[in-house]
């Protein structure tokens, strides 16, 4: 009799697992134990030549995988909750979402972009979020820096990342507080070695042409993500070509008079009618950023994620995916953006409601898109110089990080076009 009941159950596994095609990862805040880490198994489905799908607003943005052994172990190896379907449970979700009483969308993903972060040679993947949580969610990427750009290697990358920079030749306005410290007088060094030896005669003048180069790849169809002091100074320094900006202690020469005047926002990618700061020793590139006059005590500091259709507004959903709309806030050299300084054809995802100062913001160029993400680590409040790496195995399910992730993935998406 035994016998006859194990070989029984023994009979309903096998049936069950023959029909069991499909592996979720759930990404909502009860179930899944590791965010950050389940973008990485997506990546990785999609490197070994799998196909996934997103499911925009299904239990936080959750992904549908196939099932295959060596995705399950993928997953019980990184630590990664999964959960088993059956052909008709996956079909049954996925006409839940294609209702259209639902606020959802099923989003193909279909090849593993490849991605390049802008960063100097030896400097540590904790220097900046981006490196940081790919290296946790293990999404391989190349480090790349003035001379590959400059070469043109920006053509065998689909996604490249820009963190904390400075596209001005500033030097990160680290002057007032900093321009004695050993670092910072090897950096400047540095930088105007790197810039003579690629024919230049000012590091404003070779980072100009970087950033050109930059915007190229995104006009010919990449994608671009950056964070903290490379938003503002991007912006700043494609509209300021052929304008001197830079005082004596910069370049060696004094700033072309009347500047401000002379500053072209259409070239800008996300800002208009900024006003620059011309004192060198302020830690700051215009009046975009927020950061001194926000005036919003820690324990209030978060920011919304504005609330998109899904099947209408694909892109600007995917970019917002999450477990929670409501995300903590988090300070950087640029930490947040003057909402009258944004362009209107600028779509903002996300949003401080206690001053409304613009936090995410996305955009389209030519034939590519950029993503401009204030602050410089979502999960350390004010991050100073040497202080010491954020450990992501504290923040397996940290919100803020997964917006950096969200962007990561984008461009492996079979894309529709945007209605609104």
């Known amino acids: ?36 880490k389940a973008y990485g198994i997506t990546y990785w489905v999609l490197d070994k030549q799998y196909k996934a799908s997103w499911l925009l607003n299904y239990r936080g943005g959750s992904f549908l995988l196939p099932d295959a052994p060596e995705i399950r172990k993928e997953c019980q190896i990184r630590g990664v909750s999964f959960e088993v379907l059956s052909d008709a449970q996956a079909n049954q979700i996925l006409d839940e979402i294609a209702s259209p009483s639902q606020n959802m969308e099923t989003v193909v993903l279909e090849k593993a ?32 820096y003035d001379e590959e750009v400059l070469t043109d290697q920006l053509l065998l990358y689909d996604w490249l990342h820009l963190h904390h920079e400075d596209f001005t030749g500033q030097y990160g306005k680290f002057f007032g507080a900093y321009r004695n410290a050993p670092w910072y007088i090897e950096q400047k060094k540095e930088a105007e070695a790197l810039a003579a030896k690629l ?28 964070m903290c002091s490379a938003t503002d100074s991007f912006d700043i320094a494609l509209a300021a070509e052929g304008v001197d900006i830079c005082e004596p202690m910069f370049d060696g020469d ?14 800008s990618f996300a800002f208009k009618n900024y006003t620059l700061e011309r004192r060198p020793e302020r830690y700051e590139f215009s009046d ?18 504005m609330e998109f259709s899904a099947k209408w507004d694909v892109i600007p ?26 362009k209107s054809n600028i779509l903002v995802l996300g949003e ?46 940290s919100p803020g990080y997964r917006l950096i992730l969200n962007n990561v993935l984008f461009p492996a998406a079979r894309k529709k076009k945007q209605k609104t």
């Open 288 to 305: 975009i950023d927020m950061t001194e006059k926000r005036k919003i005590p820690m324990e209030k500091d978060y920011f919304t994620l």
């Open 352 to 397: 401080c409601q206690l001053n409304g100062e613009a936090r995410y913001i996305h955009g389209q160029i030519g034939k590519g898109m950029f993503t401009y993400y204030g602050g410089h680590d979502p999960e350390d409040y004010q991050h100073r110089v040497g202080d010491e790496p954020t450990v992501l195995d504290l923040h397996p399910t």
């Open 199 to 226: 024919g230049y005669a000012k590091v404003s003048q070779e980072k100009l042409a970087v950033a050109q180069k930059i915007r190229d790849f995104v006009i010919g169809g990449g994608f671009m993500f950056a």
């Open 113 to 144: 972009p490849k991605v390049a972060v802008y960063t100097p040679k030896g400097k540590q993947p904790w220097d900046d979020a981006v490196t940081l949580v790919l290296t946790y969610a293990e999404i391989p990427f190349t480090a790349v």
């Open 1 to 36: 009799m035994y016998s006859k009941r194990f070989l029984f159950v023994l009979m309903l596994v096998i049936s069950w697992s023959a029909k069991a095609n499909f592996i979720l990862l759930p990404m909502d805040e009860s179930t899944q134990q590791n965010h950050l």
């Open 317 to 342: 959903s995917m970019l917002c995916q999450n477990h929670t709309q409501l995300v903590k806030g988090f300070m950087g050299q640029s930490t947040s953006f003057e909402r009258d300084l944004v």
């Open 254 to 267: 004094p700033s072309q008079p009347n500047y401000q005047s002379r500053i072209d926002y259409t070239k």
